[in-house]
C-alpha cells in the first residue's frame, strides 16, 4: 500500500463493479456475534495488535484505530474517514445487527485500504485481504466457507500478497498491474540472485508468450525500456 513517499493518488477510485456480489457472498455466512459497540472495538483492538496485521500494515497499530459508532438509524455498517479542525477522523459505523467478527472485519480492511485510492472499494485487492483476513481470525473453515461464497457470486480475488525484504506483505501488486497499462508505475522487485530495485515507468504490456512486463522508464516517460519478470514482483503503487 502507497507510504510516504507514493506519488499523489487520484481522488476517484476506479467503478466498483463487484461491491454487490461482495455483499452477497457475505450475507448467508454465519458469523461470531459481539455483544456491543465496546466489544466490536475490542475485537478489532487485538486483530490490530496481532503480529499478522503488523506484518501487512504496520502503520495500522491499535492507537491509531477508527471511533466505533452505533450509527443509530443508519441502514448498513461503513468505514468513513472524516474531516475535522484536529484533521481527518476515521470511523466504523456499526448498527445493531451488523455487530458481528466479519463485519468488523469487512470495516477494517476498508480502513487497511483507505489510501489506496486507485483501486476499487470492493475491488479484487479488497476481496483477496477479506479472505485471508478471515481465515487468519475467524478460522479455516470460515475462509473456506467465503471463498466458496465468492465463486457462487463470481467475485474476483487477487492473487496472494508478496513479502517484501522488510518482511512486510504487499497487497495490490497485481491488480494495479492489471489496471496500470499505460500508466506510470512504481514496480519494486527482486531479480533472481539480485538485490531489491524500484522502477519508474509507464507500463505498456508484457512480452508476448510470457509473464514479464515492459515498462518505458524514465522521468520523462519517453526513454528507456526495462523488462521485469512478474515473478519478481513484490509491489507495485501508482507512479
Known amino acids: 500500500m502507497p507510504d510516504g513517499t507514493a506519488a499523489p493518488l487520484p481522488r476517484r477510485r476506479p ?6 456480489r461482495v455483499y452477497r457472498a457475505e450475507t448467508p455466512l454465519p458469523g461470531l456475534r459481539l455483544a456491543d459497540l465496546d ?3 475490542g475485537y478489532a483492538a487485538g486483530v490490530a495488535a496481532s503480529p499478522w ?10 492507537g491509531r484505530l477508527p471511533r466505533f459508532r452505533p450509527g443509530r438509524g443508519a441502514r448498513q455498517a461503513f468505514y468513513r474517514e472524516e474531516e475535522h479542525p484536529g484533521g481527518t477522523v476515521a470511523t466504523i ?7 458481528t467478527a466479519g463485519v468488523v472485519l469487512h470495516e477494517m480492511a476498508h480502513w487497511a485500504l483507505a489510501e489506496a485510492t486507485d483501486l476499487p472499494q470492493h475491488g479484487r485487492t479488497f476481496a483477496r485481504l477479506l479472505l485471508d483476513a478471515s481465515t487468519e481470525f475467524l478460522g479455516p473453515g470460515a475462509g473456506e466457507a467465503l471463498a466458496a461464497s465468492y465463486k457462487g457470486e463470481k467475485v474476483r480475488v487477487a492473487r496472494p500478497p508478496r513479502r517484501g525484504p522488510d518482511g512486510r506483505y504487499q497487497y495490490g501488486w497485481d491488480e494495479r498491474l492489471r489496471l496500470g497499462r499505460d500508466r506510470p508505475l512504481r514496480v519494486s522487485f527482486t531479480p533472481p540472485g539480485g538485490r ?23 522521468h520523462d516517460r519517453s526513454t528507456g525500456t526495462v523488462r521485469v519478470p512478474v515473478t ?7 507512479g
Open 39 to 41: 466489544a466490536c472495538a
Open 196 to 218: 531489491p530495485s524500484e522502477v519508474h515507468g509507464v507500463l505498456t504490456g508484457r512480452e508476448r508468450g510470457s509473464s514479464v512486463l515492459v515498462l518505458r522508464a524514465g
Open 53 to 62: 496485521w503488523s506484518a501487512r500494515f504496520p502503520h495500522l497499530h491499535p
Open 93 to 99: 459505523t456499526l448498527p445493531r445487527r451488523y455487530r
Open 232 to 238: 519478481a514482483v513484490w509491489r507495485v503503487l501508482p
Open 15 to 20: 467503478r466498483d463493479s463487484q461491491r454487490s
